[in-house]
C-alpha cells in the first residue's frame, strides 16, 4: 500500500463498525505508527487527538476532570493560565444532535400541518364550485326521493375520492424522489410503510373534514330552490 508516496505493509485488516455517532465512515480509516505519522505523512510533532474510554457513564465526569488535570500539568499551564485543549463528552455532542433532529421534526410536521390545511382548503373551495355548478342536479336528485343524507354522502365520498387521489400521488411523487436522491447521491434510503399509510391516512381525513361543510351545505338545498336555478 501507498500512502502520499510512503510504502507500507498490511498486516491485517479492522472488523467492520459502520458510522460513528458524528456520521464518519469508521471504516475507512488506516492505522499506522504514530511515529511513522508523524515523521512521513504530516510533519506534525505533537498529537493531534486522543480518544479516551470511561468504564461506565457514571465515571465520565471524573474521567474529563482527570484528564483535563493531567494536560495541564504536561502542558505546564499555571493557575491563571487558560487550557491550550479542549475536552470534549460525545454523550453531550449526541444530546445536541438529538436536541436538532427534534426541532427538524417539529419544523417538517409544522410544515407537514401548514400543508395539509392549504390541500383540505383547496378541496373545500373545489366542492363548494361543484355543489354551485350542480345545484339543479341536486334539487333532481331530492325531487325524485334522495334525502338529505344521501346528498351529505355523495359529495363526502367525492371530497374523499379527491383526497385520497391526492394521498396516492403525494405517496408515489415522495417514493420516485427518494429513489432518486438515493440514486445520484448514494446516499441509502429506508421508506418506512407506516409513513405512507400516515400519509394516506391524513390525506383522507383532510378530505373528510373540509368536504363535510360543502357537503352539508348541498344536503340542506330547498328542492324548490335548486330546480329553479340557473
Avoid: C
Wanted: net charge neutral.
Amino acid at each position: 500500500m501507498i500512502i502520499k508516496n510512503v510504502p507500507f505493509q498490511v498486516i491485517g485488516v479492522l472488523t467492520s463498525k459502520g458510522q460513528s455517532g458524528f456520521g464518519r465512515d469508521q471504516d475507512d480509516f488506516v492505522i499506522v505508527p504514530i511515529s511513522t505519522l508523524q515523521a512521513r505523512l504530516t510533519g506534525i510533532a505533537y498529537v493531534q487527538s486522543i480518544l479516551i474510554s470511561a468504564t461506565s457513564p457514571e465515571t465520565v465526569p471524573g474521567v474529563i476532570d482527570a484528564t483535563e488535570r493531567l494536560l495541564r500539568i504536561r502542558h505546564h499551564l499555571t493557575a491563571l493560565q487558560a487550557d491550550d485543549f479542549s475536552v470534549r463528552n460525545i454523550s453531550d455532542v449526541q444530546q445536541v444532535r438529538i436536541a436538532t433532529s427534534q426541532t427538524q421534526a417539529l419544523l417538517l410536521a409544522g410544515i407537514a400541518v401548514v400543508s395539509l390545511v392549504v390541500g383540505g382548503i383547496g378541496i373545500m373551495n373545489i366542492m363548494l364550485v361543484s355543489v354551485t355548478e350542480r345545484t339543479r342536479e341536486i334539487g333532481l336528485r331530492m325531487a325524485v326521493g334522495a334525502k338529505g343524507r344521501d346528498i351529505l354522502l355523495q359529495f363526502l365520498v367525492e371530497a374523499l375520492t379527491l383526497a385520497a387521489v391526492g394521498g396516492v400521488i403525494g405517496i408515489a411523487m415522495g417514493l420516485a424522489t427518494a429513489e432518486g436522491a438515493s440514486t445520484l447521491a448514494h446516499w441509502p434510503v429506508l421508506i418506512s410503510p407506516f409513513s405512507m399509510i400516515l400519509g394516506f391516512t391524513s390525506a383522507a381525513l383532510v378530505g373528510v373534514v373540509f368536504g363535510f361543510y360543502p357537503a352539508k351545505r348541498a344536503a340542506a338545498l330547498d328542492p324548490i330552490v335548486a330546480l329553479r336555478y340557473e
